[in-house]
């Protein structure tokens, strides 16, 4: 409850400047108005990249010490990790349709990241085809220690290679000090909620794991007992 409040708090501060900011210029945006959206694309963005890395971290882990409580983190973080990065998706392509006149313009940027989210979508098709658990999680920590490297390329190389766009408003310094501290302040504030909703994502995890293992000890403790075969003995007419 304590970690909801927090969220809840986080996002009405950020809700609130942003509202404050409302008459705030953007002058190095064709639309103004709309580059307001950046507030929620750009942490969404970073936030989605930031918990695909701790989740192979927490594979490699997993790989390494083995335990299913390093699964259940690095799974929690990817599944954040996803719905943020659909979030940056969805946001995108709103700014992309007002800014360059398509909602899909084949940008570089979004293509690239539209494939990190086909890329972390098959790690969720490839998990749910081992039933073992222990299997499952082997093979799930492998593949997202292995789609790092094409990840952080798609993420963070690609688009800065080739021709784009997009708007590059951090490393080139398109955010005056006003638009800064928003973004500065939202990022903190969605960074808080991503937080909280993997911790909770983890002890969910936990606990359906502590219950599937109570109810496997209480079906093995009411099951009869194996009863051992007799089979016939031929007796001799001697015996």
């Known amino acids: 409850m304590t970690g909801f ?10 809700l609130g400047i942003y509202l404050a900011m409302a008459a705030a210029p953007a002058e190095s945006f064709q639309s103004p108005e709309l580059a307001r959206i950046v507030f929620f694309h750009l942490p969404c963005a970073l936030i989605s990249s930031l918990f695909l890395v701790l989740g192979a971290a927490f594979a490699a882990a997993r790989l390494v010490k083995g335990g299913a409580a390093w699964d259940r983190r690095s799974h929690a973080c990817i599944e954040i990790a996803f719905v943020f990065g659909l979030l940056a998706l969805a946001t995108g ?12 313009s084949w940008d570089p940027r979004q293509t690239s990241f539209l494939l990190v989210m086909l890329i972390v979508g098959a790690y969720f098709a490839l998990r749910s085809a081992f039933a073992d658990e222990a299997r499952r999680g082997a093979v799930s920590a492998a593949y997202a220690l292995a789609s790092l490297l094409p990840i952080l390329f798609l993420v963070f190389v690609y688009p800065r290679i080739v021709t784009t766009l997009h708007p590059d408003v951090v490393r080139e310094g398109g955010f005056d000090n006003e638009y800064r501290v928003v973004f500065l302040v939202n990022l903190a504030a969605i960074l808080g909620v991503a937080a909280w909703l993997y911790n909770l994502r983890v002890r969910c995890a936990s606990l359906e794991s502590n219950l599937e293992e109570t109810l496997a000890r209480l079906a093995d403790r009411d099951r009869p007992a194996a009863v051992g075969v007799v089979r016939p003995v031929s007796l001799s007419s001697e015996d």
């Open 5 to 14: 409040l927090i969220a809840a708090l986080g996002l009405g501060v950020s």
């Open 93 to 104: 392509i709103i700014f992309s349709k007002v800014q360059w006149g398509a909602y899909w």
